[in-house]
Every structure is written in structure tokens, then in C-alpha cells.
């Protein structure tokens, strides 16, 4: 029996690319943030186009088929627009651990003692589990100032 040639999954189709960096001041040097900014508008999208958005070095890049002109149209201006507001986009716990660089104990310390102010809790159930949990997030200018006095510590 003879074998048959099958498609690879990279294609020779032209592209439509679209590329959105991100600064500093959202991502707060963070690549677990990038990915979190990333599931958070992913969410936002309709399901047969999330996976065409995904991140890069420091941003995020959307890529469809060039027949997919219309549909690369509509999410671009969806991931625009949720761009708008995204500076301001609560920051979660493993976020914070790695913008920080502390171990989720240190987290939980911080929180009780004050030194890391709580900017309220968001309930989530996990896809696949019937429980939900429920986590502080934190104000993402209150972890720029953070971040500002540990420089300023370190100089």
C-alpha cells in the first residue's frame, strides 16, 4: 500500500498579521502577565478565533488565512479595543509571585502583614471542576509602586 503524502501544518497560504507589543508598564516586565493579558482577552473572543491570537516576545500577534479577511477584521478591532483598559486588568497571585520574584507563601505573608495590599477577590471555577476558588488580585499600580520602591531600595 502505497503512502500518502499528508499536509503539514505549516502552509505556503499567504497571512494576515497583526502585531500588538506591549509595554512595560502593563506586562510590569512579567511573561507569566503577558500569558495572563493573553487567556484574559482570548476570553473575550468569539471561540472558532481565539487560538489565532497568541503572544510573542513581548507582545501579542494574531494570525489567520488571507480568506479569513473579514473574520481577521473583527477580532484585530475586539483585541484593540480590549487593549484600551488592559494596564488596569487586576493583577493575580502566580502574576504577583513572579513580578515580584517571591514564593506564594512570601504571598500570603505579605497579604496578612499589609505590605501587599489586596485589591479584592475574583471566583473562578476551573474548567473540568464542579468547586470554585476564590483569590485576591491586586492593583497593578499599587505593584508599579512596589516595584518602584524596591528599586530605589536596591540603588
Avoid: C, N, Y
Avoid at 16 to 45: A, D, F, M
Avoid at 67 to 85: G, H, P, Q
Avoid at 107 to 123: F, H, I, M, Q, V
Amino acid at each position: 500500500m502505497p503512502k500518502t503524502k499528508t499536509k503539514s501544518k505549516e502552509s505556503d497560504d499567504p497571512e494576515l498579521i497583526r502585531e500588538w507589543p506591549l509595554p512595560v508598564e502593563t506586562t510590569l516586565g512579567s511573561g507569566v502577565r503577558v500569558k495572563g493579558i493573553l487567556q484574559e482577552i482570548r476570553s473575550r473572543l468569539p471561540s472558532p478565533v481565539r487560538k489565532s491570537l497568541d503572544m510573542h516576545a513581548s507582545g501579542l500577534i494574531l494570525v489567520m488565512p488571507e480568506s479569513s479577511k473579514i473574520a481577521f477584521r473583527a477580532t484585530a478591532s475586539a483585541v484593540s479595543k480590549a487593549l484600551d483598559d488592559i494596564a488596569d486588568l487586576p493583577v493575580i497571585p502566580r502574576e504577583i509571585e513572579d513580578i515580584l520574584t517571591i514564593t506564594a507563601s512570601e504571598r500570603k505573608r505579605w497579604l496578612e502583614d499589609g505590605r501587599l495590599p489586596s485589591a479584592g477577590t475574583r471566583t473562578v471555577r476551573l474548567q473540568g471542576r464542579a468547586r470554585k476558588i476564590t483569590f485576591h488580585v491586586f492593583d497593578p499600580h499599587v505593584v508599579e509602586d512596589l516595584l518602584g520602591r524596591d528599586a530605589d531600595a536596591d540603588s
